[in-house]
């Protein structure tokens, strides 16, 4: 049972984290572990992670749902992509639960900082795409797909920003269709990753549901102002990958003061 504070927090974290999302497409995912394990108050790293998982995977398909519609999916390597990939979260997830947790957030830690560094390079919108929808090209991301998904399997992240700019190099999509089909990827590869850890016993379903209900509201949000700061999302990225290397540096501190204690 929760008690108000967790029912808030959960609700007001995963509002937060859809809010990133929203306003800047991508990267938010990465907080959602950290606003779990220190401000909603889960205790173990590996239920984090599990928990963190299945709400990045639903706040990926609602989003991807929003993509397919304006028709920003190349579906045969959105497909590909994530049935190649998810064998690769698969594996990573198991891998992760066979690790101490302080040791895994140790490692997050490090992977926020590469978020922060990849979220400081300036987007560039390119034009329209060239035909991409060819099974020769998706097939080519495949390699790919599987480092993305061990990644987003032992993290317990979306792995959007391994996944876009692979889908790009590999195909030449547009940075639109990149994001929208990265989504199908992202998001069954957190629904993988998040039944492996479920079926340990790994999971809060009471909080992932209220982050997930608060992630809907936030993305909402951030989408509409999105919109009227479309000439700005850059700045806000620079600004998203400070508050990341601040909380990769916490976590580090963190987990670093716990594994010197054990040891």
Not at 74 to 94: H, K, N, P, R, Y
Not at 189 to 213: D, K
Not at 245 to 252: K, M, P, Q, R, S
Request: glycine share 16%; charged share 5%.
């Amino acid at each position: 049972m929760l008690d108000l504070w967790q029912t808030l927090s959960s609700l007001g974290s995963g509002a937060a984290v859809g809010f990133v999302l929203g306003l800047i497409g991508g990267g938010g995912s990465i907080l959602a572990t950290p606003l779990l394990l220190y401000v909603v108050g889960i205790a173990q790293p590996h239920v984090a992670i599990g928990t963190s998982a299945l709400a990045v995977s639903a706040n990926a398909y609602l989003n991807f749902a929003g993509h397919a519609r304006r028709s920003n999916v190349c579906w045969a390597c959105a497909i590909v992509f994530a049935l190649v990939g998810t064998l690769g979260a698969l594996l990573g997830s198991s891998l992760g639960k066979a690790i101490d947790g302080q040791q895994l957030l140790f490692l997050f830690g490090l992977i926020m900082v590469a978020v922060g560094i990849a979220m400081l390079r300036p987007r560039r919108e390119r034009g329209a795409a060239r035909q991409v929808t060819s099974l020769r090209n998706c097939l080519r991301t495949g390699a790919a797909a599987l480092v993305a998904g061990a990644a987003s399997g032992f993290f317990g992240i979306g792995g959007g920003f391994l996944i876009v700019p692979a889908l790009i190099l590999a195909t030449g999509m547009s940075m639109a269709n990149a994001v929208g089909s990265s989504l199908l990827a992202v998001g069954t590869f957190g629904l993988a990753t998040a039944l492996n850890y479920a079926a340990s016993g790994m999971v809060n379903w009471p909080v992932a549901g209220l982050f997930i209900a608060g992630g809907l509201l936030g993305g909402m949000v951030g989408t509409r102002l999105s919109l009227r700061l479309a000439g700005q999302r850059n700045t806000l990225a620079r600004i998203f990958s400070g508050i990341v290397f601040v909380v990769a540096a916490y976590i580090l501190y963190r987990s670093g003061s716990a594994l010197r204690l054990v040891g």
